[in-house]
């Protein structure tokens, strides 16, 4: 049996909670820009040029810390990196031929898959109000991105952003797993640094050559680097005490936040829409319920770092990191 004083007592948002809601916003306006900034240059190009240059302004920012980089955070942020090099450069490609909600209606396929990986990754299977709340936002995603203007015939475009949403998936997981174990700004520098640089090695072997110089394509990468270099640091910082279920259920608000964004530059959201975004908020409420009588293991003791090298101790529970300033 549910308590719902016991509900509401649980269900408290901390700075760690705030900041992924704040670069969920951010991270919902790069449909819109990403998919007209490929008017101007290629794909791995623009992929490539964003996190290059998200990954030298974050080397800018934690140049201090860099000199006491260990092999562990080198082999953690590069895991990472591949992940964010696959899942944003298939999802830019995907962009070329399709529409923004198409776009984000498949990369939000990611949201399921999530506690299935963290299942193989952690052994360990999410709870089943946590399961349910990813259901309803997923629900909520499908009405928001209104699904009657994806085909029954899958094209090119579409196959590639759905291939997208493992990676990202991933990539959640991954970072779940080290974000502990590992100092943030040095794992942030070389996992943006990564996916850069494979972006541009990855334009040779598809046969795209680097556009001409534009102010359109070199404004929109440079903010859009700033936006990663942001987004990515923040997602380190934040999952230390936010688990990656919940994680998950926060970033399924980004087609809502990108739903807001395209109503402001004159799109308009549909009744339908209305409706999938409420069940995205009651998903996110819904994961956060337990009954009564179950273990408190999704709340572990905080573990405290020892040394200002940003290191915790080995987590309690892998799969729920114990939650931050609450």
């Known amino acids: 049996m549910l308590h719902i004083r016991d509900v509401l007592g649980r269900i408290r948002w901390g700075r760690a909670e705030l900041a992924l809601i704040g670069i969920t916003i951010v991270w919902g306006a790069t449909f819109l820009i990403v998919h007209l900034t490929l008017e101007h240059t290629g794909p791995w190009f623009f992929v490539g040029i964003r996190f290059l240059t998200a990954g030298l302004l974050s080397a800018i920012v934690f140049h ?10 080198f082999a953690a942020g590069s895991a990472i990196g591949v992940t964010i090099y696959l899942g944003y450069g298939l999802q830019t490609v995907g962009l070329q031929t399709i529409d923004s909600s198409t776009s984000a209606f498949l990369t939000a396929l990611y949201v399921p898959l999530v506690p299935l990986l963290q299942w193989l990754v952690f052994r360990k299977a999410p709870t089943r109000m946590a399961l349910l709340g990813i259901a309803l936002a997923f629900i909520g995603l499908i009405l928001l991105t209104d699904p009657s203007s994806v085909g029954l015939h899958w094209s090119t475009g579409e196959i590639l952003t759905l291939l997208s949403t ?45 556009p001409a110089f534009s102010w359109a394509w070199l404004a929109s990468a440079l903010a859009l680097g700033a936006a990663s270099c942001l987004i990515q640091l923040t997602m380190n910082w934040a999952q230390r ?12 608000g980004e087609p809502v936040w990108a739903g807001i964004i395209g109503r402001i530059a004159g799109d308009r959201l549909p009744p339908i829409a209305i409706l999938g975004a409420a069940l995205i908020v009651i998903g996110s409420l819904v994961s956060e319920l337990r009954p009564r009588s179950a273990p408190d293991a999704e709340h572990p003791t905080d573990t405290t770092p020892h040394d200002g090298d940003t290191r915790y101790a080995e987590p309690a529970d892998t799969h729920a990191p114990s939650p931050g300033a609450r």
């Open 241 to 252: 005490s936010v688990s990656p279920t919940r994680a998950t259920i926060i970033y399924a």
């Open 166 to 210: 493992v990676p990202i998936a991933a990539e959640i997981v991954l970072i779940g797993l080290f974000a502990k174990r590992v100092n943030v700004g040095r794992v942030t520098v070389i996992q943006l640094l990564v996916a850069g640089i494979l972006a541009f090695l990855t334009m040779p072997i598809v046969g795209e050559q680097a």
């Open 64 to 73: 201090r810390v860099l000199r006491g980089l260990r092999w562990k955070e």
